[in-house]
């Protein structure tokens, strides 16, 4: 008898809804068949691979974390979803630990039937067979998309039996990212959570920063809360990028000496359950920040601020962008790094010269996650439920027509935002914000370990 204990299952009812979700819009476009299957095992070297992190999308309907598993949904009007997942297996239980196995699986997660992932390639033609449209992500991986397509020529060969293959293939995502853009409860809370666990890291990373230390000494002091705290990964590798890193945007390296008189840029956070958070923060090195730095900060915060500020149901996706950058512009032109009039800095996009990138992206269960910006060529107006975040930044490098003073001066502040029923909700408060609050945090790091 296996002794392993069995892994915990989430609570089923969410991804239940979501699968019965995903069968109606199949339904009311037409019927169908959909298939999914989670991501692929990657080796790292000869006998060993990567860590293991499921599809967002399977996992998003199924809640089933192992992998070589699909999921199958059969529209109409005796619907059914199918999870083909790896039998059990004593023996590779005592290597690679528990297995739920088809039965397990079927019981514990809520499936109408389970299967092998063996007998895939056996069962679905069938399931094709005769339905009128195919919904899947072609083009997701490309042995998946060889596996699809001898499954639908498999039913081709058997046309004279009468069996007809799907007459159209539609990506099943796009009905997907719909849906994950505003998130239910159940994912708000887990979001939530990991914010929380990110801004404590935040707070610790803040707290043992000296100058004299790797970067990566600081990157080990995000991973600890973030592991300690429960999270199961990075949700992205960590930023940790001091002087002139902190204006690379997307700098990992995290190996330099940080030095006095320098600021450090950190854009970390952790993944919980499947959900991302988000977090930047910008400090001081050694704890106080100096007149320019000072200046550049409090002129980025302005600008975040301005962006929440506009945040709310009906504002177009841009309008917090929008915000964001007029401040920035105009803070440009009174620092005297830009000249001209506020309009013609923004519309000859003179400001890109320090702000290159844009004040936001949808999260959830990828950092940069699934859903368009743009509905029929407009910028979609946001919803209750959505999630964003707002991460206006300032990166000025070293340049001769720039004050010497503000050399190396990279400035990002970045929150993770709820839309609400009357404007949004910042859930990454636990990660200091407030110049005055991160000194102190600091003064108390350094007097704990002086």
Not at 74 to 91: Q, T, Y
Not at 407 to 426: Q, S
């Amino acid at each position: 008898m296996n002794s392993l204990p069995e892994r915990p299952v989430p609570d089923i009812a969410p991804f239940h809804a979501r699968r019965e979700r995903l069968l109606a819009r199949m339904n009311a476009l037409g019927g169908g068949i959909a298939v999914l299957p989670t991501a692929p095992e990657y080796p790292r070297n000869r006998d060993t691979h990567y860590p293991f992190r499921f599809d967002s999308y399977f996992h998003y309907l199924t809640g089933f974390g192992e992998p070589e598993a699909v999921v199958v949904l059969v529209a109409g009007e005796s619907p059914r979803s199918i999870l083909f997942c790896r039998e059990k297996n004593e023996e590779r239980e005592i290597w690679d630990g528990y297995r739920f196995g088809p039965d397990a699986a079927r019981e514990r997660f809520g499936f109408d039937e389970a299967w092998t992932i063996g007998d895939l390639d056996q069962r679905l033609p069938d399931l094709l067979a005769n339905q009128p449209k195919m919904w899947c992500a072609l083009g997701y991986e490309a042995d998946w998309d060889a596996r699809v397509m001898r499954a639908l020529n498999a039913v081709r060969a058997n046309a004279r039996a009468g069996a007809v293959p799907p007459h159209a293939i539609h990506d099943v995502r796009t009905e997907l990212d719909e849906m994950r853009l505003v998130k239910d409860e159940s994912e708000l809370a887990i979001m939530r959570r990991a914010a929380a666990i990110s801004g404590d890291a935040h707070r610790r990373a803040m707290a043992a920063t000296r100058p004299g230390r790797h970067e990566y000494e600081i990157e080990a002091e995000l991973l600890h809360s973030f592991r300690r705290a429960g999270s199961q990964a990075p949700a992205y590798p960590s930023i940790v990028a001091s002087g002139p890193n902190a204006c690379v945007l997307h700098y990992v390296e995290n190996d330099r000496v940080m030095a006095d008189g320098e600021l450090l840029l950190i854009d970390a956070g952790c993944e919980l359950d499947g959900y991302a958070s988000d977090i930047t923060r910008t400090f001081p090195v050694n704890g106080r920040f100096t007149g320019a730095q000072r200046d550049v900060y409090e002129l980025v915060l302005a600008a975040q601020r301005a962006a929440k500020d506009t945040i709310r149901p009906g504002v177009l996706w841009n309008d917090p962008h929008d915000a964001a950058v007029r401040v920035i512009a105009q803070g440009l032109l009174d620092l005297g790094l830009l000249s001209g009039t506020l309009d013609a800095v923004i519309e000859q996009d003179l400001y890109r010269r320090f702000y290159m990138h844009r004040t936001g992206h949808w999260l959830g269960r990828d950092v940069h996650d699934a859903g368009e910006y743009k509905r029929a060529g407009e910028w979609r107006p946001l919803e209750p439920g959505m999630v964003l975040t707002v991460e206006p930044g300032c990166y000025i490098r070293a340049a001769a027509d720039v004050p010497e003073a503000f050399w190396n001066i990279g400035v990002r502040i970045e929150d993770d935002a709820v839309v609400t029923a009357t404007g949004c909700e910042f859930i990454t408060d636990a990660a200091p914000r407030s110049i005055a609050d991160i000194e102190a945090v600091m003064r108390e790091g350094a007097g704990a370990t002086a």
